[in-house]
């Protein structure tokens, strides 16, 4: 039977979508207009729609972007999935709860959803669904036993205060729904709804602030949009710049540490293998799961703080060991010659190729990738797929688990490489605007891009920018590399990164972008609105140079061969 998530009585046209959506970078937070350059249904608007997907995908942000949809009337009116979902949900649940804003989220059978698929309308109580001649009737979520400890019972009670009892409510509720057996202990969580998307991030961070929110487990911060200490000197407006900031202040008046970074595996303390945490950010997530062998689900914005105020989370997804198993096998050849822009551009194609499932690349063991291209790797796949992590056989410390009994298994090959290349460099060769860090750079990362501009500097017509996490500037100005990037031109700025930096941070005036990212390659369209080029760390060095993208791929993409 086909079950409500999140209840609401709507009515409206059906918009199905043949891919799973990323919400944030994906959708206008404006308008609820698709922006996402290669999403199938760029052009389409979700609001007022009863939005059909098989799962979302990307970015954690995408639930405090749904509630910014609905506190600007652009919001869909239910939303379908067809597989398992948490992000878009979460954010459905806090606009109702919290808000008053009704949104309906459903999940149906494979069957159930091809036959809806092809109706154009549907009306949905919380009892059925109707959609012209078909019916299906509607179970709730969660019809399992939910064991309840006492202190969990103590927060629902009220005794932690008032917002520890709506964190409390929402992680029971998700739980539910996720037919978790239990709550379990977390160590640590990263937040990810300190980026200033909307003004619903920070009237729900201000509100449950307000009601004496503390953390009570270690709690970092993901990049936010503003640099904090700098943003008024650069121009920034007032308007924004002051609830971005206000939007930090908060998570930190909370206990947050001002970690201000979308790569919390680069801090000093990072988790260690089999420990379970509560990360939001898809690529820390992917890489905390894959690299490190942490444990953590994609925990969506507004949840993370959830945890943060309980130390507890639903006893679900890949916190069980069952379910980080692979279930699809990709096959893949290490090109002769290929460079770090490999990895990116694997993760990306791979994520593609399982959009929703856990992989298995296989055929890379004798490789060599260095954290940042396996940081590289991970981001990119978060850019295409919902899965929480991959493995990399005698790579990454889970790749020898059995894979599912349904397991399959796909070939990439050059022709692959070659056609996300051209998707991914359709910009004229002119390039002004350099955009290193996404996800923030490593202190290796600046070191390296600082010797590749070595006794050179940055054309005077392109702008060169780096982000970074505030600890990684720290240790590029003790060891100097911070001052050999300035003198060669290159600006550095911490705090925010690609996906949350806006004008006049971001140059006004450029037109064409290159990076090394595949997940900023994926995103910046949409974004930025500006052309997009993207290569190896190399060229990018390069076009800071020259101004000029390379005319012709790398020789490893035109000619390699599995």
Known sequence: MATMIVSASVQGPLLVCDEGLSVWGGVNPSTGEIIDALHPQRGHSLAGQIVMMPTSRGSCTGSGVLLGLAFAGNAPRALIFREGEDILTLGALVAGRLFGHGIAVLRLSPAEYDALARETAASITPDALTAGALTLL??????????????????????????????????????????????????????????????????????????????????????????????????????????????????????????????????????????????????????????????????????DLCIALTGRTALAGVYLPENRAPRRIIDVALPDGADDAFWPMLGWLVGRAAPDRIPRIRGLEQAQPSQDDLKALCAAFGTTSAAPMLHVAGLTPEAGLPPAPEADTVTLGPADFARLWQDF?????????????????????????????????????????????RDTLAVIGRNGVQARLEAAGVRIIPDLCWCSISEPVFPPQAKVLMTNSGKYAHYAPGLSNRSIRFGALAQCAETARSGLAPAQPPGWVTQATI
């Open 138 to 303: 509607l179970a709730p979520a969660g019809d399992r036993d939910l064991e309840l400890t006492a202190a969990d019972r103590a927060f629902l009670d009220g005794q932690h205060g008032e917002a520890a009892r709506l964190a409390m409510e929402i992680i029971v509720t998700m739980a539910r729904a996720q037919s978790a057996p239990r709550l379990t202990d977390v160590s640590r969580v990263h937040i990810d709804g300190c980026i200033y998307a909307s003004p619903a991030f920070l009237t729900f961070a201000r509100g449950m602030a307000d009601k004496g929110a503390r953390v009570r487990v270690p709690t970092t911060m993901n990049a936010i949009s503003v640099d904090h200490a700098n943003w008024r000197v650069q121009g920034v407006a007032p308007a924004f710049g002051t609830p971005a900031a206000g939007l930090a202040d908060a998570y930190v008046e909370m206990g947050a540490k001002p970690s201000f970074t979308c790569a919390p595996y680069l801090l000093e303390d990072r988790p260690g293998t089999g420990e379970d945490i509560a990360w939001a950010e898809s690529n820390a997530v992917i890489y905390a799961n894959s690299v490190l062998g942490a444990r953590t689900v994609k925990h969506a914005d507004f949840m």
């Open 425 to 469: 460099n359709r910009g004229p060769a002119q390039v002004d605007l350099v955009a290193l860090g996404s996800p923030h750079f490593s202190a290796d990362e600046c070191a390296l891009f600082a010797d590749l501009m070595a006794g050179s500097r940055v054309h005077p017509e392109v702008t060169t920018i780096i982000t970074l996490g």
